[in-house]
């Protein structure tokens, strides 16, 4: 027997996306979070770097250094009216947090700590500037710890482990969703007079992920199925260092404290790439670099992994090199037991997962699928709009990295991502409330859960010839062989073409588990078919992208094509396949300029 639950504001997901918009939206209206993880679990909650904005503590910083930055490492197609919101709302969002108790670093005044991370520069002098506020390596868990005591506090109603799989649309307005509740396997129906959906990335689509296993981007697919279409898919961030073969993220902090990344001769190959900026050049760059390195037989041994270096003597030899200073002026030179006050995560994951202690032995690592710059696509204020005349869908609202609203664009700066889940989660969570606060509760559908039961009753009773984990494992290693850190036309064609073979090949997919009660074995094969939906759009819309830019690499479209390429992809899935359209991107007041490292 299906239950259904009535509350005016309806959030799918809580990390910190989600979080930020409850406790903003229970200041307005009644509002409820539903999530497949207990809150505190989310993929947030590894986010070792940190978290910017132009505070200044160290050293002079401004907003508006912060949105060139972002502009210019979008690759000039993320919405400039957008970053430059973002990049204002930062200070005081920051001191929002800290009001609430979330326990920074501290400057030895008192005022928050900012640590260097790559593409964040002072604009005058073109050096790399100290923007990124941070909690030692656990800024993410840090965010989720605080904004979940103050939306408990806030009587936000929390509905934890609950596995949204549809969303309710009716008359063209979103009215509610549909979900499982995984200690019984009952469907719950949640009708709402507005759903935020915050559920985060899908780095699982590719083989080696710094992602949780369960970024497997149920929000972005839900809401794809239903016809709204989804933007810049094609843009899918590389992080250049993950322990290799496991991909578990080592934060770009390590390089902002001064570690370098070397090849098989011992070389810091950065310098040739990025001779101003070096080991911190944007992500993209530097994943590029490294592939480009190990392509030509540099990886250690010749095989396809490099080092990154952060022994105290490599650090200090380099900072010397590179005349680096502290802000008194004193020579910047750092000791192990600094690095390990600083690092504690990093370090001690090192020594767990490969046996290799940072401080006396450098990290084998490689790039690792990281983020998605794509998404639902939104306003400014988190509403999800349909169209390339960015028409609202009333009652839909989207935040965090399931969005697109577009500040990223081609390519995030590291520490934008935790800053854009603050700001527009606050958004998004203020303006449901003040939606849900002028409007009535529009009637449901007769049986809104029918398409869900449907769904999982063919994944109960089909005919059983394929195992979900096989197909899942084909479509990453196609995703990382053909859709990875560059792409050309050929490779990119037969992903598409492999991708629907195994969507075929889904529809045969039978799980194991009969049972009920925490059918994982259910959920998971429910969530390759969200995993096989946004490999689909990502292959094609990177087919049908002929240029290379920011972490989009054609190696048959070497140049980025302002002319013809200055534009969002919107990708709607069809029955009969999908149906690419194009948005102009918003320029204000930077016109494109050519990258320079
Ligand atoms: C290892 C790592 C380190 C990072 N470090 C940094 C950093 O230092 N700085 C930075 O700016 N960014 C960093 N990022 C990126 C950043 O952390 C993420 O982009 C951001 O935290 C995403 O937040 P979110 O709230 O959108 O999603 P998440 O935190 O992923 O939360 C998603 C939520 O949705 C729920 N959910 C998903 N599907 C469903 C469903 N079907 N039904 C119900 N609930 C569902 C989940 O339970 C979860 O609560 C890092 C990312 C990783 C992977």
């Known amino acids: ?99 609430m108790g979330l326990p920074f670093n501290r400057t030895p005044e008192g005022k928050i700590a900012q640590r260097y991370f790559g593409g964040h520069t002072n604009n005058v002098t073109g050096q790399p500037v100290r923007r990124a506020c941070y909690a030692a390596d656990r800024t993410g868990h840090m965010i989720l710890q605080t904004l979940y005591q103050q939306s408990i506090k806030n009587k936000v109603h929390f509905y934890d482990e609950y596995q949204v799989l549809d969303v309710i649309v009716e008359g063209g307005s979103a009215r509610g ?86 090849n098989d001769s011992g070389e810091r190959f950065m310098e040739r790439y990025a001779p101003h900026v ?37 650090v200090n030899r380099y900072a010397e090199a590179d005349g680096r200073v502290r802000p008194d002026g004193t020579p910047y030179r750092v000791t192990g037991s600094e690095l390990l006050a600083k690092l504690p995560d990093i370090i001690d994951f090192c020594r767990t997962y490969m046996g290799v202690d940072p401080i006396t032995q450098p990290m084998p690592i490689q790039p690792t699928a990281h983020y998605a710059m794509g998404g639902i696509p939104t306003d400014m204020f988190g509403r999800v709009v349909v169209d390339e005349r960015s028409t609202i869908m009333p009652g839909l609202y989207a935040a965090g990295e399931c969005a697109c609203v577009s500040v990223h664009g081609a390519n995030r700066l590291g520490t934008n991502s935790l ?30 859960e029918e398409a869900t039961v449907e769904a999982l009753e063919k994944m109960r009773s089909a005919d059983g010839k394929e195992r979900a984990a096989d197909v899942r494992r084909e479509a990453q290693e196609i995703m990382e062989q053909d859709v990875g850190v560059f792409r050309a036309e050929a490779g990119l064609r037969q992903a598409v073409d492999r991708i629907g073979e195994l969507k075929e090949r889904f529809a045969h997919v039978r799980v194991q588990d009969p049972g009920r009660i925490f059918n994982t074995d259910l959920l998971e094969a429910w969530e390759l078919g969200c995993l096989l939906d946004l490999a689909q759009v990502t292959a094609y819309s990177a087919l049908m992208r002929n240029e290379s830019r920011g972490a989009h690499s054609r190696e048959d479209y070497p140049e980025r094509d302002d002319d013809n390429w200055m534009k969002h992809t919107l990708a709607t899935l069809r029955p009969d396949g999908i149906e690419l359209r194009y948005k102009p991107v918003k320029v204000t007041r930077f016109r494109p300029m050519k990258r320079v490292y």
């Open 419 to 448: 800053l854009d889940i603050i700001v527009f989660g606050k958004h998004s969570g203020m303006q449901a409330a003040e939606f849900a606060r002028g409007s009535n509760y529009a009637p449901l559908p007769k049986y809104p």
């Open 278 to 314: 070096k080991d911190l050049a944007s992500r993209d760059v530097v994943s590029r670099a490294m592939y480009l390195e190990m392509r030509e037989g540099h990886g250690i041994g010749g095989r396809r992994y490099l080092y990154l270096d952060m022994r105290p003597e490599t």
């Open 1 to 99: 027997m299906t239950q259904t639950h009535q509350h005016e504001v309806v959030i799918v997901g809580a990390g910190g996306a989600g979080l930020m918009a409850a406790l903003y939206a229970s200041r307005g209206a009644d509002t409820a979070v539903l999530s497949k993880l207990y809150p505190i679990r989310s993929h947030t909650g590894t986010a070792q770097g940190g978290v910017c904005a132009a505070l200044g503590s160290e050293e002079e910083d401004r907003p508006e250094w912060h949105t060139f930055d972002t502009v210019k490492g979008s690759d000039y197609l993320g919405d400039q009216d957008a970053i430059e919101f973002m990049c204002q709302q930062a200070v005081e969002t920051i001191y929002d947090l800290e009001h």
């Open 177 to 262: 969703v549909v979900a499982l509740e995984l200690a019984t396997g009952e469907l719950h129906v949640f009708h709402a007079k507005a759903v935020i959906f915050a559920t985060g990335g899908w780095g699982k689509v590719w083989e080696v992920t710094s992602n949780a296993l369960s970024c497997t981007g149920d929000g972005t697919a839900v809401v794809m199925r239903r016809g709204v279409p989804v933007e810049d898919m094609e843009f899918f961030q590389f992080h250049p260092t993950g322990i290799f073969r496991m991909g578990i993220l080592i934060t770009e902090g390590v390089r902002g404290e001064g570690g370098v990344l070397i």
